[in-house]
């Protein structure tokens, strides 16, 4: 099943200009069985989300992106709306008690420039940073990201025996489908989402 993990629409993302048609078009063109709508600190409803999947003939799943004293992370089974700055641990505990999954969202994007290349920067000491012991899983595929960025996300993830995501990070409709996430079984809903991150039943994969 192959679903595009990482999604910004507009106007519920500021910084997004992906319409909802427009996601829908596409997705259905890249045959995509479903995305998840990743908003900044906003929580799709049960209901606006189930309308849009009606409407779209396609699966559609919540998440939400929350920013933290330790970076973004995408998060999923965890529905509370919450608009303030969590640290790391809190967002943890909350997601703990909801039973949800949390992953390391692009964690080194802008390292090509200000990183890897002029700190040289070794895979041991990535996985040295605080956020990956907080983490189920790391975003090993960022459809904004440099080769090498993603790279040594996926470097990290192997070392530290993290499971590997892969999601656009979709601001424009160009960008839909750029990195997926593929499930070895079909989901039918937020629960079996969760289930399945748990298992490590996926593969991240470049799209198309």
Not at 50 to 77: H, P, S
Request: aromatic share 8%.
């Amino acid at each position: 099943m192959r679903i595009d993990l990482h999604i910004h629409t507009s106007p519920r993302s500021p910084c997004s200009h992906l319409g909802l048609e427009e996601l829908i078009k596409e997705s259905k063109h890249l045959k995509l069985d479903g995305f998840c709508l990743t908003e900044h600190q906003v929580v799709w409803s049960l209901e606006d989300a189930g309308k849009l999947a009606k409407q779209g003939d396609i699966r559609v799943f919540r998440g939400n992106e929350f920013t933290t004293n330790q970076g973004d992370i995408l998060v999923f089974g965890f529905y509370k709306d919450i608009k303030e700055l969590l640290t790391i641990q809190e967002l943890r505990d909350e997601v703990n008690d909801a039973g949800g999954f949390m992953i390391a969202a692009h964690p080194f994007r802008g390292f090509k420039t200000f990183g890897i290349g002029q700190l040289q920067m070794t895979v041991e000491q990535a996985c040295r940073r605080k956020v990956f012991e907080f983490v189920d899983a790391i975003e090993i595929g960022n459809g904004k990201l440099a080769d090498d960025e993603n790279d040594m996300a996926r470097k990290v993830a192997e070392k530290l025996g993290l499971p590997g995501t892969g999601g656009s990070d979709a601001h424009r409709v160009d960008e839909v489908g750029n990195w997926l996430t593929v499930f070895e079984k079909d989901i039918q809903n937020e629960l079996e989402l969760v289930e399945e991150l748990r298992a490590g039943r996926f593969t991240a994969v470049k799209g198309d």
